[in-house]
């Protein structure tokens, strides 16, 4: 186990007691924001636990799966360079329902056009919006995170991904279920539709009031002191120039890349590879998200104790090693491998995004920055397991992932924590 950390940037601030009123207040935006992720995870893995029968219905190969998986990874990578401005001018309350309100349509034309059998660009439109609703919700509710993160003085980005990873545990379960019970498709998207409405407009109207918006739009950027606002009245360098974030990005993408891999590949692995049933194959998806979960939530703990550097480099090992034994183990191993994986794929992506966000006076825009690189792991992972799945088969050409994580061990020290700030106000304007 390594040692406690005594890295300063951890102590000072995070030792001053809060005032009661702003425990509340943090802690009651806290708990919107954990629904909100929540609620994100439950609708992604919603259609991710129908792609086997999606695969059957349309009947794709993996390659062609892989293609068609690749329009939800394009849509996210044209909502996620804006988001942050977007959540700088309206809010993250905002910019969330936005988000939501692009996604959910896109879910469900995707689903339409599966039952219908319409042609495979359908298909992919509604996949499109539903990545570019989906991308720009997913930066909101992390510099949510971030700004409630510092305001409470504790590293809880994790237990906001750990709701997300939640979402998609219960969603794969449902999943299984359902299709166990063969409802269809579309009666399964459109239930989780009504159900992730009301949940988002009840977890968005607990956001911190007034904490995002930019100066000239109200109240003043989050974190804004007399040192932080000086850089808005001078040309600011851009977040792509920063070789510190554009490392963290890198983190960020093998981290995606490596959990992304399991929500897009897992359970047809399963089926294809080991040869169990489709409602097995979902099974196998929830242990890895199950697993993950539960890395997250108990993560902070060892973030907490020991610092960023060292618990990322055990984790990313961990996932090389859970990757293996699905791969080459037998399908009891495999399963454990699946939960082994699912505790190395834990903390990378959330503990990027704390680290983009260290700094409050810049986090919109390298939120912005991380999250693009990383989510280019959706956009190239799909089709690249898909194309060498064709070649060597989808359960071989998961040891992509080991070769990814292993290579993320080199760059983590990028994510080394920068010197805390005070936390900045809550805000005092009405939501």
């Not at 989050?222 to 851009?238: E, K, N, W």
Request: net charge positive.
């Amino acid at each position: 186990m390594p040692r406690p950390s005594t890295d300063p940037a951890r102590e000072g601030p995070l030792s001053v007691p809060l005032p009661d009123h702003r425990i509340e207040t943090a802690t009651r935006a806290r708990n919107g924001d954990l629904a909100v992720f929540g609620v994100n995870g439950f609708m992604f893995a919603t259609w991710m636990s129908r792609v086997p029968d999606v695969k059957q219905s349309l009947g794709l190969s993996p390659g062609q799966l892989g293609l068609l998986l690749l329009a939800v990874s394009a849509g996210a990578l044209c909502g996620l360079p804006i988001a942050g401005r977007l959540t700088q001018r309206f809010g993250a309350v905002r910019t969330v329902r936005l988000g939501m309100v692009t996604a959910l349509p896109g879910v469900l034309l995707a689903a339409i056009a599966v039952t219908v059998t319409a042609p495979i660009p359908v298909v992919m439109v509604g996949l499109y919006l539903l990545g570019l609703g989906n991308g720009v919700w997913d930066v909101a509710q992390n510099l949510e995170g971030s700004v409630i993160e510092r305001s409470l003085r504790r590293a809880i980005m994790p237990w906001f991904h750990a709701a997300f990873s939640g979402g998609t545990v219960l969603a794969a379960l449902v999943g299984a279920l359902l299709v166990r019970l063969e409802v269809s498709l579309l009666a399964h998207v459109a239930a989780m539709a009504v159900l992730c409405v009301t949940a988002i407009w009840w977890g968005t109207a607990r956001f911190l009031p007034g904490a995002h918006a930019a100066p000239g739009h109200g109240a003043p950027a989050a974190g804004t002191t007399p040192a932080t606002d000086r850089p808005a009245r001078r040309p600011v360098r851009s977040a792509w120039t920063e070789p510190r974030t554009l490392l963290v990005g890198l983190m960020v993408l093998a981290a995606a890349f490596t959990e992304g891999t399991a929500n897009d590949w897992l359970a047809v692995a399963f089926v294809d590879g080991h040869r169990v049933s489709k409602a097995l194959g979902v099974v196998a998806l929830a242990v890895f998200l199950a697993f993950m979960t539960a890395g997250r939530i108990l993560g902070t703990r060892l973030l907490d104790r020991y610092g960023r550097l060292p618990v990322l480099r055990i984790l990313f090992g961990s996932a090389i090693v859970g990757c293996l034994l699905v791969v080459l183990g037998s399908p009891p191993l495999a399963f454990v491998g699946a939960a082994v994986w699912g505790i190395g794929a834990s903390l990378g992506f959330p503990v990027g995004m704390s680290a983009a966000a260290d700094d409050p006076a810049r986090a919109a825009a390298r939120l912005s920055v991380v999250s693009t690189i990383g989510y280019t792991a959706f956009l190239a992972g799909p089709p690249l397991l898909g194309l060498l799945g064709d070649h060597v088969g989808v359960l071989h050409a998961l040891l992509v992932v080991g070769v990814v994580s292993a290579l993320a061990i080199l760059v983590v020290p990028a994510a080394r924590q920068l010197p805390t700030t005070p936390a900045e106000p809550l805000g005092d304007r009405p939501m």
